[in-house]
């Protein structure tokens, strides 16, 4: 079987079932809720740490 190069080629892969598209999507919002929390959280304690942070010693 020959392919020409201007047509891709079709490679097998992981098909998700409707389910599965939705588990992993939760999933997805789940992460990135857990990290814009924890962004929050750093900005929260360094803004109430306010110039402190800065002066520290070596």
């Known amino acids: 079987m020959t392919m020409s190069m201007d047509q891709p080629q079709k490679l097998p892969g992981i098909v998700l079932t409707a389910a599965q598209k939705k588990s992993q999507r939760e ?4 992460i990135a ?3 814009g929390v924890l962004v929050v959280l750093f900005f929260a304690v360094t803004m109430v740490k306010g110039p402190l942070v800065l002066m520290r010693p070596m």
């Not at 999933?27 to 789940?30: C, F, K, N, Q």
Request: proline share 0%; charged share 15%; glycine share 0%.
């Open 33 to 35: 809720l857990s990290l």
């Open 27 to 30: 999933r997805s919002i789940a």
